[in-house]
């Protein structure tokens, strides 16, 4: 399906492993919590015992993706306060945190349609109510389907 061009297309020739961008990025983001995490802070979640409620997991596994995400630069920790309450931190997406929600909304889809097929929720466009998707375009904005999206080196000047 995929192709390699140029250098790449020697598979024996080198090795992606520590380079390539998505084992960088599941080091990063690749636990279930993590994607759920991120979920629940695109949806406007903020606040530790929220997002440790919502995505279902231990305080401490909540504790920690909630770092990792901030170390990361996902997220952002912001320290805010009660009346009468002690200071306490929220969570709020990053613009690195916001580009990354198209990787959470591709999974939403595929999983919709290969896993879930009962599920009635629809990604959509608030604008219109018309069912969104997830695409990949080229600069020029042209629609890349699989059999045309390849992998090349792209020389750094």
């Known amino acids: 399906m995929g192709m390699l061009q140029g250098a790449l297309a020697d598979r024996d020739a080198w090795s992606a492993v520590g380079r390539c961008p998505i084992e960088k990025t599941m080091a990063l983001v690749?636990?279930?919590?993590?994607?759920?995490?991120?979920?629940?802070a695109y949806y406007g979640t903020t606040r530790f015992e929220d997002f440790w409620r919502r995505v279902g997991v231990t305080k401490a596994a909540a504790s920690a993706?909630?770092?990792?995400?901030?170390?990361?630069?996902l997220l952002e920790r912001r320290p805010y306060q009660e009346p009468g309450?002690?200071?306490?931190?929220?969570?709020?997406?990053?613009q690195a945190g916001v580009d990354f929600m198209?990787?959470?909304?591709a999974l939403f889809e595929w999983g919709?349609?290969?896993?879930?097929?009962?599920?009635p929720l629809r990604l959509a466009h608030a604008g219109c109510g018309a069912r969104a998707t997830v695409e990949i375009r080229c600069e020029e904005g042209h629609l890349v389907p699989p059999d045309e999206l390849v992998v090349r080196v792209d020389r750094r000047d």
């Open 30 to 40: 690749g636990t279930k919590s993590a994607m759920l995490i991120m979920r629940e």
């Open 85 to 94: 309450q002690r200071s306490r931190d929220e969570y709020v997406l990053t």
């Open 102 to 105: 198209p990787v959470v909304w």
């Open 65 to 73: 993706r909630l770092s990792d995400l901030v170390e990361a630069g």
């Open 112 to 119: 919709r349609d290969h896993v879930s097929n009962d599920s």
